[in-house]
């Protein structure tokens, strides 16, 4: 987990793009979590190295309040099913 102590964290906000991602990772550290698994960033690398994330195709309703739950009454669409976090965590940090 990336947290204000972690070496992701450090790197981030000494990066010359801080003044565009830090305020986004500090209201989500500050107003919902402490920690992240880095979620966006893990998505997007699915483009660049896909060996992080395994992909399934599933049937997936929406509810009133945006919650996803899969249903066979649902959209077909291609969920990410297993993620490799460890791997992916030391692909980020040694990009950074």
């Known amino acids: 987990m990336v947290d204000r102590a972690h070496t992701i964290y450090t790197k981030l906000k000494e990066s010359s793009v801080a003044d565009v991602i830090m305020p986004g990772i500090e209201k989500f550290l500050d107003e919902r979590y402490p920690a992240t698994k880095m979620h966006d960033p893990l998505t997007l690398s699915s483009v660049i190295s896909p060996f992080f994330l395994e992909f399934e195709q599933k049937k997936v309703?929406?509810?009133e309040d945006?919650?996803?739950?899969?249903?066979?009454?649902?959209?077909?669409?291609?969920?990410?099913?297993?993620?490799?976090?460890?791997?992916?965590?030391?692909?980020?940090?040694?990009?950074?």
């Open 66 to 96: 945006g919650v996803m739950s899969l249903s066979d009454s649902g959209k077909s669409t291609i969920l990410s099913c297993e993620a490799q976090y460890e791997g992916f965590m030391k692909f980020l940090e040694s990009r950074l």
């Open 61 to 63: 309703a929406m509810n």
